[in-house]
C-alpha cells in the first residue's frame, strides 16, 4: 500500500486558517512568520500558504518563544542555531559510528 501524504510530516496539508484555529493564533501572526522568513510554508497552486505537520511543530515553537517577548529577529537566530546544533549532532554521531566500525 504506497504512503498517503498523511503519512509524511512535511506534506502541506493544512491552511491558514486551520492552523491558527489549531494553535489558537491570529492569521496576521503566522503571515508575519512568513514575512520575516521565520517559517516558509508552502503554497498552494493558488497561492494560499499550506503547512505542513512539521511547520505546525515550528510555529508553536515560535509561538510560545513570542510569547516570552522575543522578537521575530530573535526567534529566527534561535531556529537557525538550533538547526546547526541538530547536524552538528548528527555529524558527531556518524564520527562516533565510524569510529566504532573501526574499534
Excluded: W
Excluded at 512568513?34 to 511543530?57: A, M
Amino acid at each position: 500500500m504506497p504512503d498517503l501524504p498523511i503519512d509524511n510530516e512535511h506534506a502541506p496539508l493544512y491552511s491558514l486558517g486551520q492552523v491558527a484555529e489549531m494553535l489558537q493564533v491570529q492569521h496576521a501572526f503566522l503571515r508575519r512568520l512568513d514575512q520575516h522568513d521565520v517559517i516558509r510554508p508552502s503554497r498552494s497552486n493558488g497561492g494560499q500558504r499550506r503547512y505542513s505537520r512539521h511547520d505546525i511543530v515550528i510555529v508553536r515553537h515560535v509561538s510560545r518563544m513570542a510569547e516570552e517577548g522575543m522578537t521575530l529577529i530573535a526567534i529566527r537566530r534561535i531556529l537557525e542555531l538550533e538547526q546547526e546544533v541538530a547536524a552538528l549532532r548528527r555529524q558527531l554521531d556518524e564520527a562516533r559510528a565510524r569510529l566504532g566500525e573501526q574499534g
